[in-house]
């Protein structure tokens, strides 16, 4: 049976519900009042009917001070006025409404709602507003970093690129763009590495991410070699690290690259002189061992035919002989000395070239005379030599270092003959000589491997040839033939054919000078040398050097005075009135060549003062000329170029 409520039973209920409604009520109203949003109701005429604590609080007021009043006893006039200008529109088109606004330095986000009864009809306005500065504030700081992040992208030199799991571009900075040859990053985007480099470079990048992609493991300074759009290759260091979600799973990769081309050409240039240094520490070691070697030989020449002198019965044949060895030995002792000077001076490039009109052919005649000698002294009857000239040239000269002229040449016969057993060899002037002057030394002897070709003209280097015995020398003769080519504006090349021989050129400018071209010299007799009546001062402090001087000019017919050191020099010039000429020594004891020299041309400027200088340097003998010598010979004096030097000057 159905059981019917009481009347009781009803009111209890009724009251039960007035409860729940007044506790719900409640429960409502100080959920409003206390969330930390300023809330309010206005009625159609502007006035708040509610207003929650937090409001209140907003304006340091109580709830009831509020309730009544409306928005222009609230606010600032103009505040006031733009709160209701908002409530009008919400009312007007009995729509919600939410907004922003910056007041006093924070931000709030407002939200109004129209209050309609049930058929439609604006009740009122309702309106909260949330204090959103902090929000406000992050947000802007992130865009701030998010901006200063472009920034230092794009200034960056580095290239920086992300990625997709597909490898495609998904932002690069501008260094990128530039690397990959866009003009703006934009461009880059979804597409892939197959589009900027070649097939392999783009496959191995591929390769690479799809492992990090795989994995996780990051790529670190991974060098690479890449090549720009004109095909110049260039490298980098690159960098590759995955980057995660919040879940941890990969979705894609950031790069960096560094463009570290000029790190490697260096390493590269190091690593070049490295090696070098290091050759040319074995060398050096190799050259002191061969140095040993090259000195002790002419010195056992020198002591040992000297004391075989000693013998009082020996012939006179004998005696030639021996006087002759030990004349080759001095002269070898000589020449070493004066290539390790003349090394040394190139290497501190002090060594200067003196330029002057030199007979091309003279120079030539000469060396050819010269070296038949040896050829013969030597006994080198199986090598055919010859001096070839280009037909109808008698003589030119040309404006070069005729000193250096020759010994370039001297050395580069001097190897002729040295690696020569026997065959052919042939020097002389190709006939073209146009802008430059070709000279050349061909021999058929050992040849040069093809690989050593360069290496020949390196200090100390040497091409050891086990088939060829009695290898002699230093290393250093086509070093310097090189750096004194160089010096006289030319070059020195070889062409060479190992196992059959050599042919060395040397090309100089062609500077004619002012004699000009193809000068005919008529051919010279030996001369002999008369200077009766002349009167020579000879200063030199060394026994030896004086018996030799003295026999050298014996023939002569000059009048002879000898001073042993510069003091007696001065005094014995201004004592005697009629000095032709003075043959000063430089190194003596007390005052020496070059005081002396400059005392005397204080006071006479018409003497003759030639030099002998005991090195064959060139600043020496430039010294010589500015201490106010005329000329300069060097020691060890050759007799014929003494003479003639001191003819130059007696007969003009
Ligand atoms: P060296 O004093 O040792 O001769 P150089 O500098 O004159 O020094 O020559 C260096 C090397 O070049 C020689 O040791 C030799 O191996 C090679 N060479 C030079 N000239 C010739 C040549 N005409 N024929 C063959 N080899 C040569």
């Not at 306005?125 to 902090?134: L, N, Q």
């Not at 504030?137 to 030199?157: C, H, Q």
């Not at 004349?327 to 330029?355: F, V, W, Y």
């Not at 030639?610 to 106010?628: F, L, P, S, V, W």
Request: charged share 30%; aromatic share 8%; glycine share 6%.
């Amino acid at each position: 049976m159905e059981k019917t409520t009481s009347y009781e039973e009803l009111i209890e209920k009724i009251k039960q519900l007035e409860s729940d409604v007044s506790k719900y009520k409640s429960i409502g109203e100080n959920l409003v009042d206390k969330i930390p949003y300023a809330s309010w109701i206005k009625d159609t005429e502007g006035k708040f009917i509610y207003v929650n604590e937090y409001f209140a609080s907003q304006l340091n007021l109580q709830t009831k001070d509020i309730i009544g009043k409306d928005s222009y006893s609230l606010f600032p006039p103009e505040e006031a006025m733009s709160r209701e200008d908002e409530d009008k529109i919400v009312l007007s088109q009995k729509k919600s409404k939410s907004y922003e606004i910056l007041n006093n330095g924070k931000w709030y986000e407002i939200y109004k709602a129209p209050l309609l009864n049930s058929k439609g009809e604006v009740l009122g306005i309702f309106g909260m507003t949330k204090d959103i500065t902090s929000e406000k504030n992050k947000v802007y700081s992130l865009s701030r970093e998010g901006e200063f992040l472009r920034a230092l992208m794009d200034n960056i030199p580095d290239t920086i690129y992300f990625k997709d799991k597909q490898s495609r571009f998904t932002l690069i900075n501008k260094a990128k763009a530039r690397e990959i040859g866009l003009v703006s990053p934009d461009e880059a985007i979804g597409k892939t590495d197959f589009d900027f480099f070649d097939k392999e470079q783009a496959e191995q990048a591929f390769q690479d991410e799809q492992k990090i992609f795989a994995t996780g493991i990051p790529l670190i300074n991974k060098v690479e070699k890449l090549k720009h759009q004109d095909g110049e290759p260039y490298w980098v260091s690159a960098t590759k690290i995955a980057i995660k979600d919040e879940l941890n799973r990969i979705t894609g990769l950031v790069g960096i690259s560094r463009n570290i081309t000029y790190n490697i050409q260096v390493n590269k240039k190091l690593r070049e002189a490295k090696e070098k240094a290091e050759e040319s520490d074995k060398l050096k070691t190799a050259f002191l061992a061969n140095m040993s070697h090259e000195i002790r030989t002419p010195m056992n020449g020198i002591i040992g035919f000297s004391n075989l002198l000693k013998d009082p019965d020996i012939s006179t044949e004998d005696r030639d002989e021996y006087i002759s060895q030990i004349n080759s030995c001095s002269n070898t002792l000589l020449n070493l000395i004066d290539d390790i000077i003349d090394i040394s001076k190139i290497e501190a490039g002090q060594l200067r070239i003196m330029e002057s009109e030199t007979p091309v052919i003279h120079i030539l005649k000469d060396l050819y005379s010269s070296f038949s000698k040896i050829k013969e002294q030597e006994n080198k009857f199986d090598i055919d030599f010859n001096l070839k000239l280009p037909e109808n040239i008698e003589e030119f000269t040309l404006i070069t270092d005729p000193n250096r002229l020759k010994q370039i040449l001297t050395n580069l016969l001097g190897n002729a003959f040295k690696f020569t057993g026997k065959g052919k060899i042939e020097f002389g002037l190709m006939p073209d000589i146009t802008k430059t002057v070709v000279f050349y030394v061909k021999d058929t002897g050992i040849g040069i491997p093809e690989d050593k070709k360069d290496v020949i003209f390196d200090r100390f280097a040497q091409v050891f040839d086990p088939g060829f015995k009695g290898q002699k020398g230093t290393g250093l003769g086509l070093a310097i033939c090189s750096n004194l080519a160089k010096l006289l504006g030319g070059s020195i090349r070889v062409e060479s054919q190992y196992g059959k021989g050599s042919a060395f050129f040397l090309e100089l400018p062609y500077n004619p000078g002012s004699k000009g071209k193809m000068v005919t010299v008529k051919n010279k007799l030996k001369p002999s040398f008369s200077w009766e009546g002349k009167q020579l001062l000879i200063v030199e402090d060394e026994r030896i050097n004086q018996i030799y001087l003295r026999e050298i000019l014996k023939k002569t017919g000059a009048s002879i005075s000898w001073a042993s050191n510069g003091k007696e020099a001065i005094e014995m010039h201004s004592s005697m009135q009629d000095i032709d000429m003075i043959l000063m020594d430089l190194k003596m004891p007390e005052i020496d060549g070059y005081q002396a020299t400059r005392r005397i041309r204080e006071k006479d400027s018409s003497v003759i003062i030639i030099a002998q200088t005991a090195y064959a340097m060139q600043d020496e003998r430039e010294k010589c000329i500015q201490h106010g010598c005329n000329d300069y010979v060097s020691k060890p004096i050759q007799k014929d170029q003494l003479l003639e030097l001191m003819n130059k000057y007696l007969t003009t």
